[in-house]
T-cell receptor, first 113, second 109 residues
């Protein structure tokens, strides 16, 4: 069965621009989570959606936002990009009612110049 | 202080050795404890999860949880060069995973 698909794989943006990243979960999975991974901070939770509702949000500024569609696909948006937003953005999907069954995509590598 | 502490390594061992990877945590509310493996340019892959205290074995991998000490371990037997990767511990909290820093493991042929 197909895994979690994230697009695009690589992205280069300029400071001040905005960016939208996409995540298609495993078929049947209703929860999608987003994480930011950097060498200095490691993996940090951004937000989690289940059936189009945000259930939890991490400690990131309001420039980071997300949404989930009725087919469980999710997007995250970062506005007014800063150099420090350069990171690997990972999406994970799960059924939504267990605490361990997360499957991750390969991520989107965002570079802000 | 971070909620989950993990030595980033690198940890370098010869092929065939037993590897021990560890994490400590501070939040006694954690119930699910997971180990992920991450290869370069890939997302984390779930290796094992354990609920509450105890041991769990899957092939060459054994996960241990000691809730009284707030300490979890992953053992890899008969380590192979293909096991070279970063190993991350993670714990669940309200629909989010709290991660260790990850330990870079190098298995030398």
């Amino acid at each position: 069965k197909a895994g979690v698909t994230q697009t695009p794989r690589y992205l280069i943006k300029t400071r001040g621009q905005q960016v939208t990243l996409s995540c298609s979960p495993i078929s049947g999975h209703r929860s999608v989570s987003w994480y930011q991974q950097t060498p200095g901070q490691g993996l940090q939770f951004l937000f989690e959606y289940f059936s189009e509702t945000q259930r939890n949000k991490g400690n990131f500024p309001g420039r980071f936002s997300g949404r989930q569609f009725s087919n469980s696909r999710s997007e995250m948006n970062v506005s007014t990009l800063e150099l420090g937003d350069s990171a690997l953005y990972l999406c994970a999907s799960s059924l939504g009612w267990d605490s361990y069954g997360y499957t991750f995509g390969s991520g989107t590598r965002l570079t802000v110049v | 202080q971070k909620e989950v502490e993990q030595d980033p390594g690198p940890l370098s061992v010869p092929e065939g050795a037993i590897v021990s990877l560890n994490c400590t945590y501070s939040n006694s509310a954690f119930q699910y404890f997971m180990w992920y493996r991450q290869y370069s340019r890939k997302g984390p892959e779930l290796l094992m999860y354990t609920y509450s205290s105890g041991n769990k074995e899957d092939g060459r991998f054994t996960a241990q949880v000691d809730k009284s000490s707030k300490y979890i371990s992953l053992f890899i037997r008969d380590s192979q060069p293909s096991d070279s990767a970063t190993y991350l511990c993670a714990m669940d909290s309200n629909y989010q995973l709290i991660w260790g820093a990850g330990t870079k493991l190098i298995i030398k042929p």
